[in-house]
């Protein structure tokens, strides 16, 4: 039996398919009538089949095979499973670490070809790929436990997939036509593109020098990102005048790379930008950190280069990687101006060096947007931060006034504010005059400059569904992060001095990327 079984009976088990067994010791031939006008001889062994027409006329020979041929065609029983290669037909290999073999993973649980299979692992991982239940979006994913072959047709013709778990798919069509393969890779690009309007798709790497899992985060609304005036809305033009002039930098020999750096305070909103520009721009992110375990100069230049163009690079807290130039000693050597050292200790097996020759790299991806953050630019070498590799510098600052009540609007929308089309009743049943009264009020109360927008978030959680509540303890909140401020400082001094007395350790909240 070399056929897909099928559950037709309705009772749990397999169903028998049954099907001729060559014999090579006695290859008697078998004769049959074909449409009661022709008699053919089938001669059938362990390597061919030979047909006998009785007949002078070749037509009837050839009409005998078109029909067979479009009996295959239309055969609702799967054809024999393809062992081997077959230079007649044509085959795509697709490997994990290429984004297309998340296209073409996606696109295969869109066609239910699971149907057969019995052995299965199942994770909750966000990161895990492969199927969900029943085709349902579930919370639990399943991918077949071993390697496993799958036959189903697609647009009339019929495919083989050979599905080798976490590391290669193989596509093989009964077809000796290219473009079919081409067809059907398209066809998973666009699924896997509609899919992605509703999600952040990030990429991580596999500890090596490829990106291996991948995490679907929900998309985030880029109305929903709160920030200065201007700052959001002139980042999102710059990136998009950088996108639709692919050709003018082509004409300029201008390399078509674009680098931003994101700085300032924790919790002001570094990563969830990325996150943000990546929905609206319907672009994935790839995140690498260059203090990972295995990411060194080799590794994060093959990273670099296998980054698809048209998506973001994320590099986050870059500063952690390299040592402060007051600490450098033992100078090696020199380049544009700055003095490259080695220390006993480093906290990245990537060199200052190593990262400014990967930007300046000819291989490197045209049409690739590198966002690195940092919480301490001061603490980066002018030489990596110059324009060239990275064009754009924004600063992030502590929450002020209009961030503070755009804050308080973004948690309490009111029942009927435009703005607010999912119906989320947040407002308290207060009426959107009394909504903007308490903005105001709540952003009266806070220091401007001193508190970021995770912290203020953190604080308004507490309060989701009580407007005038989260205004009126405002100041208790305040009391208590100066309390935690003089806490902190107190311990650091403990940490310095241990000699000096005070209270026990508390935890101390803060906002972070």
């Given amino acids: 039996m070399d056929r897909d079984p099928r559950f037709k009976s309705g009772d749990g088990y397999l169903d028998a398919v049954y099907e001729p067994v060559p014999n090579s010791y006695d290859p008697s031939p078998d004769l049959f009538h074909w449409k009661k006008r022709h008699w053919i001889t089938v001669s059938v062994d362990t390597s061919a089949l030979m047909l006998e027409v009785w007949s002078l006329n070749q037509n009837v020979l050839d009409d005998f095979i078109q029909e067979a041929r479009e009996f295959y065609l239309k055969r609702s029983v799967p054809p024999p499973e393809i062992i081997g290669s077959d230079s007649l037909l044509v085959a795509g290999t697709f490997?994990?670490?290429?984004?297309?073999?998340?296209?073409?993973?996606?696109?295969?649980?869109?066609?239910?070809?699971?149907?057969?299979?019995?052995?299965?692992?199942?994770?909750?991982?966000?990161?895990?790929?492969?199927?969900?239940?029943?085709?349902?979006?579930?919370?639990?994913?399943?991918?077949?436990s071993s390697s496993s072959v799958h036959r189903f047709r697609w647009r009339s013709h019929w495919v083989q997939v050979n599905l080798y778990r976490d590391s290669q798919i193989t596509i093989r069509f009964h077809s000796c036509d290219k473009s079919v393969l081409l067809d059907f890779i398209e066809a998973a690009?666009?699924?896997?593109?509609?899919?992605?309007?509703?999600?952040?798709?990030?990429?991580?790497?596999?500890?090596?020098?490829?990106?291996?899992?991948?995490?679907?985060?929900?998309?985030?609304?880029?109305?929903?990102?709160?920030?200065?005036?201007?700052?959001?809305?002139?980042?999102?033009?710059?990136?998009?005048?950088?996108?639709?002039?692919?050709?003018?930098?082509?004409?300029?020999?201008?390399?078509?790379?674009?680098?931003?750096?994101?700085?300032?305070?924790?919790?002001?909103?570094?990563?969830?930008?990325?996150?943000?520009?990546?929905?609206?721009?319907?672009m994935e992110i790839y995140f690498v950190s260059l203090a990972s375990p295995g990411v060194n100069n080799h590794t994060l230049g093959e990273l670099f280069h296998s980054t698809p163009s048209h998506s973001i690079l994320l590099i986050e807290d870059i500063d952690c990687a390299f040592p402060l130039r007051d600490d450098l000693s033992d100078e090696v050597a020199s380049r544009d101006g700055y003095r490259e050292t080695e220390m006993a200790e480093h906290r990245s097996e990537v060199t200052l060096a190593g990262l400014l020759n990967i930007l300046d790299s000819v291989v490197s991806q045209e049409g690739r947007i590198l966002i690195a953050t940092t919480n301490h630019i001061d603490q980066l070498d002018p030489a990596l931060i110059r324009p060239g590799r990275i064009d754009v510098k924004i600063k992030y600052s502590l929450a002020v006034d209009a961030q503070l009540e755009n804050v308080f609007h973004r948690f309490y929308p009111g029942d009927k504010d435009p703005a607010n089309p999912s119906g989320v009743q947040s407002g308290g049943g207060l009426t959107v005059s009394e909504l903007e009264a308490?903005?105001?009020?709540?952003?009266?109360?806070?220091?401007?400059?001193?508190?970021?927008?995770?912290?203020?978030?953190?604080?308004?959680?507490?309060?989701?569904?009580?407007?005038?509540?989260?205004?009126?303890?405002?100041?208790?909140?305040?009391?208590?992060?100066?309390?935690?401020?003089?806490?902190?400082?107190?311990?650091?001094?403990?940490?310095?001095?241990?000699?000096?007395?005070?209270?026990?350790?508390?935890?101390?909240?803060?906002?972070?990327?």
């Fill in 438 to 513: 308490l903005a105001h009020e709540f952003a009266a109360a806070i220091p401007h400059s001193k508190y970021s927008i995770a912290q203020l978030q953190g604080y308004l959680l507490a309060w989701k569904n009580n407007p005038r509540g989260a205004v009126q303890g405002i100041p208790a909140w305040i009391a208590l992060q100066e309390m935690e401020a003089a806490q902190a400082v107190r311990r650091g001094r403990r940490e310095v001095n241990p000699s000096v007395g005070g209270d026990t350790a508390d935890t101390v909240h803060g906002g972070d990327d």
């Fill in 95 to 144: 490997e994990s670490d290429d984004i297309s073999y998340t296209w073409i993973l996606e696109y295969l649980q869109s066609q239910n070809i699971m149907t057969d299979v019995v052995e299965f692992n199942f994770s909750t991982q966000q990161s895990a790929a492969g199927w969900s239940p029943k085709g349902k979006k579930e919370t639990i994913h399943a991918l077949p």
């Fill in 189 to 282: 690009r666009l699924k896997y593109n509609e899919a992605a309007i509703s999600r952040v798709n990030v990429h991580l790497t596999d500890g090596y020098a490829n990106w291996g899992r991948v995490v679907a985060k929900s998309r985030r609304s880029f109305s929903t990102l709160i920030l200065p005036d201007g700052i959001k809305e002139t980042l999102l033009a710059d990136i998009q005048e950088f996108t639709e002039n692919e050709q003018w930098y082509a004409f300029a020999g201008v390399p078509h790379r674009r680098g931003y750096l994101l700085y300032g305070d924790p919790g002001t909103g570094k990563s969830t930008t990325v996150h943000a520009l990546a929905g609206e721009l319907g």
